[in-house]
């Protein structure tokens, strides 16, 4: 065998060796504790201040255990909620949700909120809405799209409904 073969062997055998002592290397370190504080978490909480009041949607009284509604009629039920929100980077949504009610007229009915408190707007409740009190008016549509004897003597039972206060992203800079 000619010198510069047996080199090369000689030269990948102590590179396998070397190699296979690398993962055996040790280095010194050491830790301190991380004094930063306490982390405390923010919340959003929403409360009915009065039961509220139901009315058509031209303003005339509304009584949902007598009255009797019919495709492409609109009711409207309009209560006052005071916000609690606490957090500084929070930004929510108040929405009404009919997914708790039950009934055959349930599958004819469309949602919808709005509300008239000046500078509150429902898609964009923030820390500054903290302690304000929301009139939130939440528009039950029969669907005017309703036909044949779909919907007809059939009721539904309300009391599932909710207004959800939810945490949204917020809107970028």
């Known amino acids: 065998m000619k010198k510069n073969t ?3 062997i000689a030269l990948g055998a102590a590179a396998l060796l070397l190699a296979g002592g690398a993962g055996t290397y040790a280095a010194w370190s050491d830790e301190a504790t991380l004094d930063g504080g306490v982390v405390k978490s923010g919340h959003l909480r929403i409360t009915e201040v009065d039961g509220g ?3 058509w949607a031209d303003g005339d009284d509304f009584n949902p255990s007598s009255d009797l ?3 492409g009629d609109v009711v409207q039920y309009t209560a006052e909620y005071r916000l609690d929100v606490a957090g500084d980077n929070l930004v929510a949504k ?3 949700n009919l997914g708790g009610v039950t009934g055959g007229l349930n599958d004819y009915l469309n949602v919808d909120a709005t509300s008239n408190t ?3 707007t429902l ?3 923030t820390r500054a809405d903290n302690a304000k009190t929301v009139s939130v008016t939440v528009s039950i549509t029969f669907d005017p799209e309703t036909s044949g004897e779909d919907g007809m003597d059939q009721s539904a039972t309300l009391a599932g409904s909710t207004i959800t206060l939810e945490q949204t992203a917020p809107a970028s800079n």
């Open 6 to 8: 047996k080199g090369a």
């Open 53 to 55: 009041t139901w009315e």
């Open 69 to 71: 509604i019919v495709p």
């Open 94 to 96: 108040l929405a009404p």
């Open 118 to 120: 000046d500078g509150i």
């Open 123 to 125: 898609d964009n409740i």
